[in-house]
Each structure stands twice: as structure tokens, then as C-alpha cells.
């Protein structure tokens, strides 16, 4: 099984940063493209921004020239650096992860989620 620990959510003042990280362990696994998903209440789980194993990245459009996310493939971890945050983007935000054991399909990981709150 591959865990996604997801850390560094939290309450921020619009216009504020919050800089979120997951980490991916698991044994035997190789850990592909990763992922940054939120969810607000009432609304549909949405795509924030992607990055595959080789840094190619997607951004949701509501979020683009805000938002930046990066990847250390050494540590098999994901970051989310956000800026000029709005209450809209409060939600909770949960990280994917693409992995597999060798010559096995890949199978999509999620963490449990981190609050992020955007309110003054």
C-alpha cells in the first residue's frame, strides 16, 4: 500500500500564502504523476494542479498565476504553494498519487485531506 501524509493547511487573511506538502512511502511502489484535488462543501471534488514524474505540470484555470506546484522526486513529495489566496479557495485539499509496483497497472492513492480556510 502506498500513504499519503498531507501537511500545511490552516486559516489565512484573503491575499494570504499557504504552502501544502504530501509525502508518498510505500515499499516496492514507484510513484508517478501527482496531484493536488480540493472539495468545498456542497461542491464536486475538482482538479487544482498536477505534475507528472518528469515535472510537466496543469493547472485548474481558476487558480493559475496563483497557485504553483512542484515535486522532489527523491523524497516522493508534492508541494502546493499558494498565493493571493481567496475565500473561494477554501476547501479541503487532498493529494493524488499514481503508483504501482513493478509490471502491475497503476492505481490512484489519495490522502485524507488537509482544511485549508480563506476568511479574514
Known amino acids: 500500500q502506498v500513504q499519503l501524509v498531507e501537511s500545511g493547511g490552516g486559516l489565512v487573511q484573503p491575499g494570504g500564502s499557504l504552502r501544502l506538502s504530501c509525502a508518498a512511502s510505500g515499499s516496492g511502489f514507484s510513484i508517478g504523476a501527482m496531484g493536488w484535488y480540493r472539495q468545498a462543501p456542497g461542491k464536486q471534488r475538482e482538479l487544482v494542479a498536477d505534475?507528472?514524474?518528469?515535472?510537466?505540470?496543469n493547472y485548474a484555470d481558476a487558480v493559475k498565476g496563483r497557485f504553483t506546484i512542484s515535486r522532489d522526486n527523491a523524497k516522493n513529495t508534492v508541494y502546493l504553494q499558494m498565493n493571493s489566496l481567496k475565500p473561494e479557495d477554501t476547501a479541503v485539499y487532498l493529494c493524488?498519487?499514481?503508483?504501482?509496483?513493478?509490471?502491475?497497472?497503476?492505481?490512484?492513492?489519495w490522502g485524507q485531506g488537509t482544511q485549508v480556510t480563506v476568511s479574514s
Open positions: 505534475i507528472t514524474s518528469a515535472g510537466r505540470t
Open positions: 493524488k498519487a499514481d503508483a504501482r509496483r513493478l509490471l502491475t497497472p497503476w492505481y490512484n492513492y
